[in-house]
């Protein structure tokens, strides 16, 4: 890299537009929203798609909701004339959706577009030329004044052809090509050369792109305004842009460009195009409907439109692609489970969204919690509790959970790989050892201020009968085997649940004790019965007491 990188490049300039308005703008409705995944996006495809995917691809973008579709390139090959025909013929374009193609302006090129649109009900003839200085002198080699006599060349033929087939319902969209690095007034010439060529008083698209992005998403806005506010005939005028994503700014560009008076956006789902991209639709719309604005595109199924993309385009999505990647609702890290685990706790129906770290409710997009949380060395109480009780429904006290937690850093340190809700459960299972204590039998006896308890166990691995009497079952068995092992045992905190429902249900308790005063830990206890439960945990706590296990041996 260059030590001064001025030498070699120049910053955008900025527009002189003192009075903007467009920061002070709310987007408060969707725009008109124009799907060029099968053109923009097509084009820019290792491979690009044949007929079949073609189909597929448009099937899909009329079931989110788009009404308008740049179809294709049909000048450009055969399978792109082919689609358009196919769509046409074969009634595949509901009623209210309009398709749009594109063409360059070449006489050549335009008739056989138009050709590729015969019978059509409505189409919108999308029509580009580059304006911007280095394209004229480079590309083209024209001056200002040849550009303006190509659009009004081109579009004039545009409208000879269709106004020759009346059946159509047409609309013309022109694009000035890198509008984005030409000079400002030049565009402007260009698009009332359109104007005037198309026939003013009649409906117009009037398409800004960044074809190539170049300069901070606030410049892209000011040349919206400057725009919009001197179209000569503008109420005829769609104002529409092109983002494209080369400095990672698409999505804002957008964004700004809406502010500063564009009605209409083009783009492409998860940002497929050229280069960087062109700008991503679904990011645009989800970005609308979580500020409460409806963005009227259905994405209720995420995971099903970006598998069917996927496999259209040939290309992955990315796993943190915004609402969309594999791992854009998981938190791996602690403070962000906790805090999602706590809001959750919090949350009834009809609350407006409030989740830490989650900027939408995965569910409305078809997405579920479960990945919500994952677990890794990064990782905390919050998630590891939050995947337990989710998954199998365990709730675990708040000192168990630091206490469990320690136990799974440990696992985590060793094997350094990321812990599934499964892993969890299964060292649980291994800790607690709640599994391998044989559920106990007993007879209790109310008696006169309190309980007896005579029980019959297996501890480490043989038979032991214990007996002992208490204010309650719980403190009766406390009594039975501290007697029985000659320690101290105390319980300092006792809950349970039930997990399950109808006969399969079960008790799950979890016991906090002190043994000989110096040692804390939890035991958990399953079974179908309740006391049952709770000395199973007294026995899984004293079982993963070390000294315990050696006084018994
Ligand atoms: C920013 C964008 O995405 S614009 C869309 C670009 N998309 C595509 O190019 C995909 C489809 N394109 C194609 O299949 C081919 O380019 C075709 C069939 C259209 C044309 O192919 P060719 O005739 O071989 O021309 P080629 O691809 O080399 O295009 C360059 C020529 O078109 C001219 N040209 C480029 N854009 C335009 C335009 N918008 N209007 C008029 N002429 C143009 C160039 O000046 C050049 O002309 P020259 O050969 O006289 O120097
Ligand atoms: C709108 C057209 C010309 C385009 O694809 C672009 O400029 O990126």
Known sequence: MLQNPATKYRPTAPVRLADRTWPDAVI???????STDLRDGNQALIEPMDLQRKLRMF????????????????????????????????????????????????????????????????????????????????????????????????????????????????????????????????????CETAIAAWGSGRPIILNLPTTVENSTPNVFADQIEWMCRRFADRP?????VHPHN????????????????????????????????????????????VQGVSPNLDFSDIDVIRAEVEHCNQLPVHPRHPYAGDLVYTSFSGSHQDAIKKAFAERRDGDVWA??????DPKDLGRSYEAVIRVNSQSGKGGIAYLLESEYGLQLPRRLQIEF?????????????????????????????????????????????????????????????VEGEGT???????QAISSALDRRVRVLDYSEHAIGEGAGAKAVAYMEMRIDDCRTVYGVGMDANIVSASIRAILSGLQRVPQMQAAVA
């Open 355 to 360: 989740i830490p770290y989650l900027p939408i």
């Open 28 to 34: 408060k409705k969707a725009p008109i929203w124009l």
């Open 472 to 478: 309650g079952p719980i403190d009766a068995f406390v």
């Open 236 to 240: 005829h005028v769609v104002v529409s």
């Open 59 to 190: 099937d899909l973008l009329v079931r989110i909701g788009f009404k308008e579709i740049e179809v294709g390139f049909p000048a450009a090959s055969q399978v792109e004339f082919d689609f358009v025909r196919k769509l046409i013929d074969e009634g595949r374009i509901p009623d209210d959706v309009t398709i749009q193609v594109m063409t360059p302006a070449r006489e050549e090129l335009i008739a056989r577009t138009i050709e590729s649109l015969h019978g059509a009900r409505k189409a919108i003839v999308h029509v580009y030329n580059a304006v911007a200085p280095v394209w004229r002198d480079v590309v083209f080699g024209m001056s200002v004044p040849q550009v303006m006599a190509l659009i009004e060349r081109s579009v004039g033929q545009i409208k000879r052809l269709t106004d020759a087939q009346p059946e159509t319902d047409w609309a013309l969209q022109y694009s000035p090509e890198v509008f984005c690095m030409a000079e400002l007034e030049v565009s402007l010439q260009a």
């Open 405 to 465: 937690s320690r136990a799974v850093q440990r696992e985590m340190d060793a094997s350094g790989k990321e812990l599934t809700a499964g892993d969890l459960w299964r060292l649980f299972q291994r800790e607690y050892r709640f599994q391998s204590v044989a559920a106990p039998t007993y007879r209790m006896q109310e008696q006169e201020g309190g309980f007896s308890l005579q029980a019959s166990l297996q501890w480490q691995g043989g038979p032991m009968e």
């Open 246 to 289: 080369d400095r990672g700014t698409g999505t804002a560009s957008a964004e700004l460009a809406l502010m500063a008076g564009a009605a209409r956006v083009e783009g492409c789902l998860f940002g497929n195009g050229e280069r960087t991209g062109n700008l991503d639709l679904v990011n645009v719309a989800l970005n609308l409907y």
